[in-house]
């Protein structure tokens, strides 16, 4: 077993907000996704951002405000919300006092082959298709 602790991993800033990007304990060979955890200070937000990879995040600590296009989604301690790609969005952290802490895991989507069932993932390190077969059928 291994273990993950957000208070003593290297972090870097982005704007004011403190990022532990889980790519230093080098689990790109182990893990299908990358993953990091990141705080947002009371009264801030995170820039603006839009990736292509989908992006499924849990609240660890306080309230988390998303917008997404014209919409604004409340997201409490223990839910979470997932982002798909290439969705613009923006976390804001709007206590006064409270620092918000967000787990991201993040992944490229897959591509499916209608031709021959086969779903492909660009970033799959050994190259190998997954073949999806729906339930109840062969």
Same mark, same amino acid.
């Given at each position: ?41 009371? =009264? ?31 997201? /409490?301690? =223990? ?35 209608? /031709?021959?069932?086969?779903? /492909? ?5 050994? =190259? ?7 339930? =109840?059928?062969?």
């Amino acid at each position: 077993m291994r273990t993950f602790d957000l208070i003593t991993g290297e972090s870097l800033l982005v704007k004011d907000l403190r990022v532990v990007r889980w790519e230093q304990y080098r689990l790109d060979r182990d893990l299908p996704f990358q993953a990091m955890w990141y705080s947002v200070p009371p =009264g801030s937000e995170s820039p603006l951002d839009q990736h292509p990879e989908l992006e499924l995040s849990v609240v660890v600590a306080g309230t988390a405000h998303v917008l997404t296009g014209d919409a604004v989604h409340e997201i /409490r301690q =223990g839910s979470a919300f997932l982002l798909s790609s290439t969705e613009a969005h923006v976390v804001q952290n709007r206590s006064a006092d409270q620092e918000l802490t967000i787990f991201s895991a993040y992944w490229m989507p897959l591509a499916t082959d209608d /031709r021959d069932g086969v779903v /492909r993932k660009e970033s799959n390190p050994a =190259g190998r298709p997954v073949r999806i077969v729906a339930a =109840g059928h062969d």
